[in-house]
């Protein structure tokens, strides 16, 4: 359900953002709502009170975000709440932050090391990526886990890139144990 609710009201985002050529502004009306929710965990959760009824929650959406963003995002906002959907407002928004990058051809990509990358390393990765890929830019995301040894994992979307020494240990092993069950087993 919640799949379907997010892909219906990111989908129609989009394509209204699209057909009035207002689509960067929307992108970042869309990322400026999401944020002010996740930095106001009291708002989120007076929205998603049961026991408040809608009309007060709708007036609340307007006296926060009316004339502070645009008309199309109000309304959507507003019929996020009539239709009770509003818990699932950041997956929404998620969505269409998903659809608007693959629109642009915006890649995000997770790249984790067992040390920290210095900015020449990080814009090497960055620029084997776009030479690599379809892409014209990319969203990067870094994390450090030394339990990689060496080497990088770096992964868009569904794919992996695993060069870690340590997934190369686990598969040295793996090819190790293989040869000693076959020879275990010529022996007998």
């Not at 689509?23 to 049961?50: G, I, T």
């Not at 975000?65 to 509003?86: N, P, Q, T």
């Not at 000693?180 to 022996?187: I, N, P, R, V, Y």
Request: charged letters at 30%; aromatic letters at 8%.
């Amino acid at each position: 359900m919640a799949k379907l609710v997010s892909k219906t009201y990111g989908d129609a985002l989009f394509e209204v953002a699209l057909e009035s050529g207002q689509l960067d502004a929307y992108w970042e009306e869309a990322r400026v709502v999401q944020a002010a929710m996740k930095e106001n965990p009291a708002l989120f959760q007076l929205m998603s009170h049961p026991k408040i009824v809608k009309e007060e929650k709708v007036q609340v959406i307007e006296d926060i975000f009316a004339g502070k963003i645009s008309g199309e995002l109000v309304g959507l906002l507003r019929m996020i709440v009539e239709k009770d959907h509003f818990t699932e407002l950041d997956s929404v928004f998620g969505y269409f932050d998903d659809r608007v990058k693959e629109y642009k051809n915006i890649g995000t990509a997770y790249v984790t090391t067992a040390v920290k990358l210095s900015d020449a390393q990080r814009a090497a990765v960055e620029n084997r990526l776009l030479e690599t890929t379809r892409y014209v830019k990319f969203e990067m995301h870094y994390a450090v886990d030394p339990a990689l040894i060496g080497g990088m994992i770096i992964r868009i979307g569904d794919r992996v890139v695993d060069s870690s020494v340590r997934t190369k240990l686990y598969d040295l092993t793996r090819e190790l144990s293989k040869i000693q069950l076959k020879a275990g087993e010529c022996a007998s």
